[in-house]
């Protein structure tokens, strides 16, 4: 094997090898697919977005463990949750709409500033497109 006078494009090391090898090893090659996907501003989006529903998702199982809970708006706030956030929607018969964080979901009550945290339930899933 002879040094082919290139250098690993991830750990700049000697290439040992064919001419058209661009890493040293697989795990090179690996960590540099990585360490780009990284730098996608896609993927980076999708990450952030990930970390927000996941907090907005803790805090309301954090606020309501077991089901129907009324809380306000403001706390939910104060603890970082971000209303412009959220996987799906649920719309009622009576024309209100959930939304949820997976499987945490909640309703903005018109009176007060509260809001109506409730977990996701069987029925709920859709039965047609809306
Ligand atoms: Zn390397």
């Known amino acids: 094997m002879e040094k082919n ?5 991830h750990c700049q090391a000697s290439i040992i090898g064919r001419a058209d090898k661009r890493f040293c090893s697989s795990q ?3 960590g540099f697919a990585n360490a780009h996907r990284l ?6 989006l999708i990450k952030e977005v ?3 529903l996941r907090h907005n998702r ?5 606020a309501s463990p077991h089901g129907k809970t ?3 708006r403001q706390v939910l706030e104060l603890a970082g949750f971000n209303f412009r956030y959220f996987t799906h929607v ?3 018969k009576q024309g209100n709409t959930y939304h949820f964080c997976y ?9 007060e500033d509260k809001v109506l945290i409730v977990n996701w339930q069987q029925y709920m899933q859709p039965q047609e497109n809306i």
């Open 28 to 30: 090179c090659r690996t």
């Open 50 to 52: 990930n970390m927000v």
């Open 5 to 9: 006078g290139k250098k690993c494009g």
């Open 103 to 111: 499987d945490y979901g909640y309703l903005l009550l018109p009176q």
């Open 70 to 72: 009324t809380v306000r």
């Open 90 to 92: 649920y719309r009622t």
């Open 39 to 44: 730098s996608d501003q896609g993927e980076l």
């Open 58 to 62: 803790q805090l309301l199982k954090k």
